[in-house]
């Protein structure tokens, strides 16, 4: 089947680094996105990964192993607008659709 | 340019009415999705369009659910006969177009959502 696996809560301090991990189970993958999506409201587009390795981008990077079926986004120099939930999204193969973790919940502190 | 649009905001209804949510897309995408979450939980999701082709309606939870889609852009959610399970936030997202089953997933991917309806059913 198809499945993704995501912690549920983190909490971390500001001005340090976390590391959100996804692991997923899908066949015909090509690329795994992340989104952001504060409390109350939509989630948003935080960056694509279709080849494994490392994507930096600013604070925050993603990294992407297919063989592994393992993914995580690494926010740096947290903030506290940082504080909210981070889902990671898969294709599904066969159909047109995505599937979405269950999200984790990131809480940064002062 | 402007982005994916819902309406209404917020709705309350009494269980057992039927309601209809709005979606605009963003000019020019192709694919359509509806979710649902409710509070605190993931994305659920609940229909896709995609151009013509014939909707995949696999995530719709009752034959209560329908969703429709005019002219290849606004979407309307319809749900007959409500129930308080219903009671969740509906989002609708759009993205350029899916490749997701014919190759895998790209960029162009990539889903934008709207604020969401909140339905309350008492």
């Known amino acids: 089947g198809q499945n993704i696996d995501q912690p549920t809560e983190m909490t971390a301090t500001e001005g340090a680094i976390v590391q959100i991990n996804c692991t997923y189970q899908?066949?015909?993958?090509?690329?795994l996105f992340w989104y952001q999506q504060h409390a109350g409201e939509a989630p948003t587009f935080l960056s694509y990964n279709v080849l494994d390795g490392l994507e930096e981008k600013g604070r925050f990077s993603s990294f992407l192993s297919r063989s592994k079926g393992y993914s995580y986004l690494l926010l740096k120099e947290l903030q506290m607008k940082d504080s909210a939930s981070y889902l990671c999204?898969?294709?599904?193969?066969?159909?047109?659709?995505?599937?979405f973790g269950t999200g984790t919940r990131l809480k940064v502190l002062a | 340019g402007a982005g994916v649009s819902q309406s209404p905001s917020n709705k309350v209804t009494e269980k057992g009415k039927d309601v209809e949510l709005r979606c605009d897309p963003i000019?020019?995408?192709?694919?359509l999705y509806w979710y649902r979450q409710s509070l605190g939980q993931g994305l659920e999701f609940l229909i896709y369009f995609q151009g013509n082709s014939a909707p995949d309606k696999s995530g719709l939870p009752s034959d209560r659910f329908s969703a429709e889609r005019t002219g290849g852009s606004v979407s309307t959610l319809t749900i007959q006969r409500t129930q308080q399970e219903d009671s969740a936030v509906y989002l609708c997202a759009s993205s350029l177009f899916s490749t997701a089953g014919l190759a895998g997933g790209s960029r162009t991917d990539t889903q934008y959502f709207g604020p969401g309806t909140r339905l309350t059913v008492l």
């Open positions: 000019s020019g995408h192709t694919a």
């Open positions: 999204a898969v294709p599904t193969s066969g159909t047109y659709k995505y599937i």
């Open positions: 899908t066949s015909g993958f090509n690329g």
